[in-house]
T-cell receptor, first 109, second 115 residues
Framework: GIQVEQSPPDLILQEGANSTLRCNFS?????LQWFHQNPWGQLINLFYIPSGTKQNGRLSATTVATERYSLLYISSSQTTDSGVYFC???????????FGQGTRLTINP | NAGVTQTPKFQVLKTGQSMTLQCAQD?????MSWYRQDPGMGLRLIHYSVGAGITDQGEVPNGYNVSRSTTEDFPLRLLSAAPSQTSVYFC??????????????FGPGTRLTVL
């Protein structure tokens, strides 16, 4: 089956810093989503981005489908950005999301 | 819209007990699914449904049953709970057409402990 690898596994930054999270996947995908799991366990949709670039406030994402990777950018980090960021892909449009292991982001004040 | 709702939020079972985790959505989404999340891991698909009366297995279906009698509801049944089923369970839904085609929306989760 498809493999989804996220890097780095852990990232610790000071408030105000910028960060880039990466998601590599091993096969073609019809869907790619980024989620933020907050410290209370809630999964929050960030981006639905099978290809191209999207921006939402301080967050943006780029997926290069032909090279099988996606990047999530967080600018001017805030402590509320802390949590685990998951990339999930749906190979072949089967609505079966396969999740990466996540990147745990800690933003210190 | 309430989105995707799940009940209960927390549950403790003894080995061998049965229970049903409830999931409902009010977005008229055709697709619904159940995932489990174990500590330090991403989510894994248990079962899914593309419409009322249609269900199929995901990556880790053993020990779980589902049914889909209405578009809105997709309950997950544990027939005989085992400690290995201790996990956080998430329900998700997505439309199969339109601008948000295939974008999945998750409920708040149910934290289950089996003793």
């Amino acid at each position: 089956g498809i493999q989804v690898e996220q890097s780095p596994p852990d990232l610790i930054l000071q408030e105000g810093a910028n960060s880039t999270l990466r998601c590599n996947f091993s096969d073609s995908v019809n869907n790619l989503q980024w989620f933020h799991q907050n410290p209370w366990g809630q999964l929050i949709n960030l981006f639905y981005i099978p290809s191209g670039t999207k921006q939402n406030g301080r967050l943006s994402a780029t997926t290069v489908a032909t090279e099988r990777y996606s990047l999530l950018y967080i600018s001017s980090s805030q402590t509320t950005d802390s949590g685990v960021y998951f990339c999930a892909v749906d190979p072949q449009g089967a609505q079966k999301l396969v999740f990466g292991q996540g990147t745990r982001l800690t933003i210190n004040p | 819209n309430a989105g995707v709702t799940q009940t209960p939020k927390f549950q403790v079972l003894k080995t061998g007990q049965s229970m049903t985790l409830q999931c409902a959505q009010d977005m008229n989404h055709e697709y619904m699914s159940w995932y489990r999340q174990d500590p330090g891991m991403g989510l894994r698909l248990i079962h899914y449904s593309v419409g009322a009366g249609i269900t199929d297995q995901g990556e880790v279906p053993n020990g779980y049953n589902v049914s889909r009698s209405t578009t809105e509801d997709f309950p997950l049944r544990l027939l005989s709970a085992a400690p290995s089923q201790t996990s956080v369970y998430f329900c998700a839904s997505s439309p199969l057409a339109g601008a948000s085609y295939n974008e999945q929306f998750f409920g708040p989760g149910t934290r289950l402990t089996v003793l």
